[in-house]
């Protein structure tokens, strides 16, 4: 089976979806059921399938299945919860283009062609971010020219590759690729200090576009900073690599924790939150060789599917009160108990609480930074801990007896979806330990990529 499937069925999809995007249910349910196909295909494609297109190859690396899974179900729950609501007509037949997009960067070998796919991703983000409020479009264009800024160091990067296996005596080099592709990506994923773009999209666009960008598009990005990583050894090998990542990671993980606490909108909360986890998975990739590696592909999906539940909860409460600001939440548990129960379960999981889904990786990676760096644990356990406490007071805040007369409620359908997918986050915890003893095999293709490997 041809592996031009996984990129073409999902834009395919789109323009067959497009004509119907104003109707609700129908546009979701069959986006979500194009990408379930779409899936299905790339669970049963053999590993390392290669093919030629105008010369260049697409490689089905043994990971590319279980990111090929992540990142279709990430979008399947998103396309039908969206698709039910019907408030944004393009949101489906776009997602699914960036679905297709998304593949073909992570079949392609070639680390400027893949950052021509990612940058074409985030063009097609960029169009699903604005709405009716003058801020939304300064935010999207803020984060098109942001990342096409990041595409400069990605395209240097090849190019330098190549004069140093001409030239293998020049030092300066191997110094320069390394830069410029911990530049490039980190820009992508919205590390600290890079990270301007991030929140202001978070608060003006759409819950599920910030999903996207924080699920599936930052796991492509990171595949491609250790494939990339692959490609030139010499860097891989360079114990500046480890110190590069463990500071951004410090930084952004303590950063995003301490500017979570001060937040009083969800959506602002939801950006911050996501900051504070990418630092986390920047400090467990620098250390990924003494760590048990399992746990930074297991914590991915929970991520994924964290953040697509909390998106389906903000998306509702957005939708039924009209804001997401904490201060309007009170006794909103009482009107919308499946969201509740939801933003409960993905924001905990996130800060890796023990019975959440989160927990099982996180607690890995923090006996791993314990015996590894003390500071590291610390600052792992602090954002934990400052994202856990954002969340309980919001739980006090929702369960507050209320102070008027009862407004709008949730709607049935989609009360259902966000119950069933927040069951789903739970289950990863109740049952981890498969799923964490699979995961090894998988890692064997990245041994290479990771610092000091």
Known sequence: MSLLWLIVIPPLAGVLV?????????????SAAAIVATGLIA?????????????????????????FVLIYGTFALLLLHEGAAASRPLFCPLAL????????AVLV???????????????????????????SARSAMRYLVIATLAMLPLLLAPWAAEIFELNPGDTALPEFILVTIITG??????????????PPIAQHASPAVTAILVGPANLVIWYRLLEALNQYPWIAGDPRLGSLLTGLGMCTTIGGA????????????????????LGMILLATASAMEAEPQAVLYHWMVRGLAFALMAMCISTLRRSLGSTDIGRLRSAARRFPATTM??????????GLPLTGGFPARWIMVQSMIRAS??????????????????????????????????????????????LTTLLLLTTAWYSRPVLDVLPDLWQSLLPLTPGA
């Open 374 to 419: 003390l500071p590291q644990a610390l600052a792992l356990l602090g954002s934990s801990a400052a994202v856990g406490w954002v969340y309980l007071r919001l739980l006090s805040e929702m369960l507050a007896p209320p102070s008027e007369p009862y407004g709008a409620r949730e709607p049935r359908l989609t009360s259902l979806l966000i119950a």
């Open 97 to 104: 283009m960036i679905a297709g997009v998304l593949s073909a």
């Open 18 to 30: 497009y004509p119907v995007r104003k109707l609700r249910w129908v546009p979701g349910i069959l």
């Open 342 to 351: 939801g933003l409960l379960a993905s924001g905990l999981s996130l800060a």
């Open 258 to 277: 301490v500017l979570a606490l001060s937040q009083r909108d969800l959506s602002h909360l939801m950006g911050y939150v996501a900051l504070s986890d």
């Open 109 to 135: 070998r070639h680390v400027a062609l893949s950052a021509v796919f990612i940058e074409l991703a985030a063009v097609l983000i960029s169009l699903l971010i604005p709405d009716e409020h003058p801020a």
């Open 43 to 67: 669970v049963r494609l053999p590993d390392s399938q290669t093919m030629f297109v105008m010369g260049r190859p697409l490689v089905f690396q043994p990971l590319a299945r279980h990111l």
């Open 185 to 198: 990506f980190t820009i992508l994923l919205g590390a600290i200090p890079f990270h301007a773009w991030l």
